[in-house]
Nanobody, 111 residues
Framework: QVQLVESGGGLVQPGGSLRLSCAAS????????IQWHRRAPGKQRELVAG???????DYADSVKGRFTISRDNAKKTVYLQMNSLKPEDTAVYYC?????WGQGTQVTVSS
């Protein structure tokens, strides 16, 4: 059974950066698209970024130019590099792939 484990969240000041990781165990990682979603307090979960098996990427308008999604198939890991973070980026970030969700990692942007 495939499991996804996120890491890299934390507390950062506005304008700062974080890199989230989503590591997969099991499954044929290289052929599966992976997405990052987030849920902010009091809001619905939203799609942040996605990457296909071929490396094509897509982003929510709110993060374009600031976030970058990438994958390392050898390490079975997808990354989300987040720059120029804003308080409104505060949320629990989840990765999704293989039809399963990770447990989430908290990102808090605050001074």
């Amino acid at each position: 059974q495939v499991q996804l484990v996120e890491s890299g969240g934390g507390l950062v000041q506005p304008g700062g950066s974080l890199r989230l990781s989503c590591a997969a165990s099991g499954g044929y990682f290289s052929i599966n698209p992976i997405q990052w979603h987030r849920r902010a307090p009091g809001k619905q979960r939203e799609l942040v970024a996605g990457i296909t098996s071929g490396g094509e990427t897509d982003y929510a308008d709110s993060v374009k130019g600031r976030f970058t999604i990438s994958r390392d198939n050898a390490k079975k890991t997808v990354y989300l590099q987040m720059n120029s973070l804003k308080p409104e980026d505060t949320a629990v970030y989840y990765c999704k792939g293989f039809g399963v969700w990770g447990q989430g990692t908290q990102v808090t942007v605050s001074s």
